[in-house]
Nanobody, 119 residues
Framework: QVQLVESGGGLVQAGGSLRLSCSASGRTFSMYVMGWFRQPPGKEREFVAAVSWSGSSTYYADSMRGRFTISRDKDKNTVYLQMNSLKPEDTAIYYC????????????WGQGTQVTVSS
C-alpha cells in the first residue's frame, strides 16, 4: 500500500493562488498514476487532474485546464497541484490519490485538505 498526506490547503480570496502538496510513502515503487480529486460541499467527488508517475503525462478536467497545473517530483515522492485564478466554486476538500501498477483504479487516498475561496 501507499500512504498519502496532503498539505497546503487554506482560505484564499477569489483570484488568488494556492499550491497543494501530496507526499507518498510505502510502496512508492509501484506508483503508476497520481491524481487530485475534490469534493465540493454537498456534491459528489470529482476528478481534477492526474499525472503519470514515470512519463509525466498530465490529464485535467476541462473546467480546471489552464488554471490548475499538476506536477510531480519523483525524488521526493510528491505530487503538487498549483491552483491559480481561484473561484468560490473551487471551494472543496481536495484529495490526493494513487493508482498502482496493475491496479484498475485509484486505490489509496489521502485524508484530504480543505480549500476555501472567498468572494
Amino acid at each position: 500500500q501507499v500512504q498519502l498526506v496532503e498539505s497546503g490547503g487554506g482560505l484564499v480570496q477569489a483570484g488568488g493562488s494556492l499550491r497543494l502538496s501530496c507526499s507518498a510513502s510505502g510502496r512508492t515503487f509501484s506508483m503508476y498514476v497520481m491524481g487530485w480529486f475534490r469534493q465540493p460541499p454537498g456534491k459528489e467527488r470529482e476528478f481534477v487532474a492526474a499525472v503519470s508517475w514515470s512519463g509525466s503525462s498530465t490529464y485535467y478536467a476541462d473546467s480546471m485546464r489552464g488554471r490548475f497545473t499538476i506536477s510531480r517530483d519523483k525524488d521526493k515522492n510528491t505530487v503538487y497541484l498549483q491552483m491559480n485564478s481561484l473561484k468560490p466554486e473551487d471551494t472543496a476538500i481536495y484529495y490526493c490519490a494513487v493508482r498502482l501498477v496493475n491496479d484498475p483504479d485509484f486505490g489509496s487516498w489521502g485524508q484530504g485538505t480543505q480549500v476555501t475561496v472567498s468572494s
